[in-house]
């Protein structure tokens, strides 16, 4: 049993030590023919490098012989382009020598010539002279003295037409200017016709009955004392029949009030508390009535980009006055004025129009401000933003400052021509008698002067002098100095004719 193990044993390791030298000889075998693959690859290998080598250098040779040809052509081109260049600067310098020639022979023809000009000049010279010193023996002048003489003449005539030139353009300009500005001035006007509002600081207000006055003035009074304080308005009760006036110079104010006043009437309750609702109502609708009124005259003017303080202004215009003219109404006529003058002129009817519109701004705040209502104008616009173009034609048009600009005249011509349209203003009368008076005190205050008199509504004063102490000639330098000191003095419309009268009489009795 154990023998026949072992045997096994022995049979199983000797047939794993063959298997084994088996296998080593097929690896042996193997690696062999690999390596004889790898000699195979590698001389294959050096061929074909060998043959690429070989074809790369006969490319190159191709190359270089295909670009050796290519520049021995162009070569060739370039000389014989520079032959080419070569043979025509040659003909051009034979042109150029011919022409030198050809010159040179000018220069001395020329030279010739110059010198037989030079000949007959001096030739021509000494008969010059010769005839000259002839003519200041004949004549016994100088030549410097004719020539001075000849000189005065000819200026002395070009002076007398140029004088009488400068007059006759200064005469036709005048005559043409004159013209066309009253052209465009009647052109205007006529193309503005607004209606004339008079207008003064009273107000008149209607009742249904004389029993309405008792009710107004209320019991002890208080009525009437509770809408004065309210409204700043005079109210005067008097004996007219079924008519109550209220009085004031602030036209905004006393429009509330008649308002007021009216719609207390209708209502038929009068008492402190209704008087203060109603004004309260009053001043509301009204602030919203001007508001109203202002931006509908701009529309209608087609004055665009206003701010809404101007719009209010311009609407408070509506109830103010300037020598019974209405303003805003005046506003509208100097705007339409303006503008059509602006236009037949050529400049700027837009700004014309504009600041004609705005050149009586200030009348609106005047009441409450100090200063001229062209100053008030011009600062409350600078506040609203307004063009310096404007400012300054709403500043200029009273002439407190100096016109600058086209505009600015034509704004101030428009307003005189709206002021002093007849039948556009009239004055007050305590103004006209004011007017009057001082007029009369300015005579008065003469040397020599008697008495005076103002007749003629303030057109015309006639002063009295005393024939002892002014002769002709001293009434004549007295009427002068007198219409100097009215100028100077006194504010009026139109002209003031001034009449000296120096009076003799001679009285004797007979007996």
């Known amino acids: ?106 220069d001395k023809a020329v030279t010739e010539l110059k010198t037989v000009l030079e000949t007959k000049q001096q030739k021509l010279d000494a008969l010059h002279r010769e005839s000259a010193d002839k003519l200041e023996k004949i004549a016994s002048l100088s030549k410097e003295e004719a020539k001075q003489q000849l000189l005065d003449s000819l200026e002395q005539e070009l002076k007398s037409q140029a004088a009488k030139l400068i007059n006759d353009y200064e005469e036709e300009t005048r005559r043409t200017s004159e013209k066309k500005a009253r052209d465009i001035v009647a052109l205007a006007i006529k193309r503005c016709a607004i209606d004339n509002i008079v207008e003064n600081t009273t107000s008149i207000v209607e009742l249904p009955s004389d029993d309405m006055k008792g009710r107004i003035i209320g019991r002890e ?23 109550v006036v209220l009085s004031g110079f602030d036209p905004i104010r006393r429009e509330i009030a008649r308002l007021t006043l009216e719609r207390l009437v209708s209502d038929g309750r009068i008492h402190p508390a209704r008087i203060e609702e109603t004004v309260e109502k009053m001043r509301k609708d009204l ?42 109404q005046h506003s509208i006529e100097v705007a339409r004025i303006a503008g059509l003058i602006a236009q037949e002129l050529g400049v700027n009817h837009r700004l014309a129009l504009r600041a004609g519109l705005l050149h009586d701004i200030g009348k609106a705040i005047d009441f409450e401000n100090e200063g001229t209502h062209a100053k008030l104008g011009g600062a409350v616009l600078k506040k609203l933003g307004e063009s310096d173009e404007v400012i300054h034609a709403v500043l200029a048009h009273h002439e407190e400052i100096p016109p600058q600009t086209v505009e600015a005249i034509i704004v101030m011509v428009s307003d005189a021509i709206s002021a002093a349209r007849p039948g556009a203003r009239r004055e007050a009368i305590e103004s006209y008698i004011k007017r009057m008076e001082k007029l009369e005190q300015i005579a008065n205050a003469f040397n020599g002067v008697e008495k005076s008199f103002a007749i003629q509504a303030g057109r015309e004063i006639r002063v009295m002098v005393k024939p002892d102490l002014i002769d002709d000639a001293a009434a004549v330098k007295t009427a002068h100095d007198i219409a100097k000191k009215i100028e100077a003095e006194l504010e009026y419309p139109g002209q003031i004719k001034v009449s000296v009268i120096r009076e003799t009489r001679v009285q004797d009795i007979a007996k």
């Open 287 to 328: 602030t919203k009535k001007v508001q109203e009124v202002g931006e509908k005259t701009a529309l209608e003017l087609d004055v665009q980009n206003l701010s809404p303080k101007t719009y209010d202004l311009l609407g408070r215009l509506a109830y103010r006055t300037s020598y019974g003219q209405n303003c805003l």
């Open 1 to 106: 049993m154990i023998a026949s193990v072992a045997l096994g044993l022995g049979g199983l390791v000797l047939g794993g030590v063959i298997v084994l030298l088996y296998a080593k000889y097929l690896a042996s075998s193997e690696l062999q023919q690999a390596d004889l693959q790898v000699k195979k690859k590698l001389s294959e290998a050096e061929l074909i490098a060998e043959n690429i080598v070989k074809s790369a250098e006969i490319k190159n040779k191709d190359e270089l012989l295909k670009l050796r040809n290519e520049f021995e052509k162009e070569v060739h081109e370039r000389r014989s382009e520079l032959n080419q260049i070569e043979q025509r600067l040659t003909q051009k310098e034979v042109r150029i020598d011919e022409k030198e020639l050809g010159l040179l022979n000018k």
């Open 221 to 243: 009074g208080r009525n009437i004392r509770a809408f004065e304080q309210l409204t700043g308005i005079d109210v005067v009760v008097d004996d007219t029949p079924e008519v």
